[in-house]
């Protein structure tokens, strides 16, 4: 069955610091890979989008995505976090020949130190 | 562009009332429709899609009801609550076929 692990529930780095967000999928053919971000009391907001071609895909906010097939991941990172990247973050697969359903993972919450 | 509303933003009810939560999507024609729900830790639990009017798709068994009325109007409703029902509820639709699903701002509802 497909499916999408985020193994980490919290994460806590430094501002300025980096970040990788770490996302493995189990899907049978070639996936449709996303991330997602909600702040708190919001809905989520689409950070970025993998489909084919070039494996390192660029998003909003400063965020970069790279798709390894080889290890079945998708982790999210970012050079160096702001405050305000504080929040949750959402990897999701989409299975996009079974009535264009999305499987989301279950979040890893992001905590910013000062 | 594209634009969906979702509300009530916040709603408080008591057990056994009923429920109608709505989603209208503006920009765009014949969208897929979703309704999530989302408990605590526990991420985001698909309840209903629609790939047109009419046409509903349900996820997980439970005492929630959707429909689509209208091609932009996606509708969540109960005819009683249950104290299980409390949750962040999100909207959400997207293009057919492989693009990315775009959410609306939710609605809180609490049961007392």
């Known amino acids: 069955a497909q499916s999408v692990t985020q193994p980490d529930i919290h994460i806590t780095v430094s501002e300025g610091a980096s970040l990788e967000l770490r996302c493995n999928y189990s899907?049978?053919?070639?996936?449709?890979l996303f991330w997602y971000v909600q702040s708190p009391g919001q809905g989520l907001q689409l950070l970025l989008k993998?489909?084919?071609?070039?494996?390192l895909v660029q998003g909003i906010k400063g965020f970069e995505a790279e798709f390894k097939r080889s290890q079945s991941s998708f982790n999210l990172r970012k050079p160096s976090v702001h405050w305000s990247d504080a929040a949750e973050y959402f990897c999701?697969?989409?299975?996009?020949?079974?009535?264009?359903?999305?499987?989301f993972g279950k979040g890893t919450r992001l905590h910013i130190l000062p | 562009s594209q634009t969906i509303h979702q509300w009530p933003a916040t709603l408080v009810q008591p057990v056994g009332s009923p429920l109608s939560l709505e989603c209208t999507v503006e920009?765009?024609?014949?969208?897929?429709l979703y309704w999530y729900r989302q408990a605590a830790g526990r991420g985001l639990q698909l309840l209903f899609y629609?790939?047109?009017?009419?046409?509903i798709s349900s996820e997980v068994p439970q005492n929630l009801s959707a429909s689509r009325p209208q091609d932009r109007q996606f509708i969540l409703s109960s005819k009683k609550l249950l104290l299980s029902d409390s949750g962040f509820y999100l909207c959400?639709?997207?293009?057919?076929?492989?693009?990315?699903?775009?959410f609306g701002d939710g609605t809180r509802l609490s049961i007392l």
């Open positions: 920009g765009t024609s014949n969208p897929n």
């Open positions: 999701a697969v989409g299975l996009m020949n079974r009535d264009d359903k999305i499987i």
């Open positions: 993998y489909f084919s071609g070039d494996t």
């Open positions: 959400a639709w997207s293009v057919q076929g492989s693009e990315p699903q775009h």
């Open positions: 629609s790939v047109g009017i009419g046409q």
């Open positions: 899907y049978g053919a070639t996936p449709y």
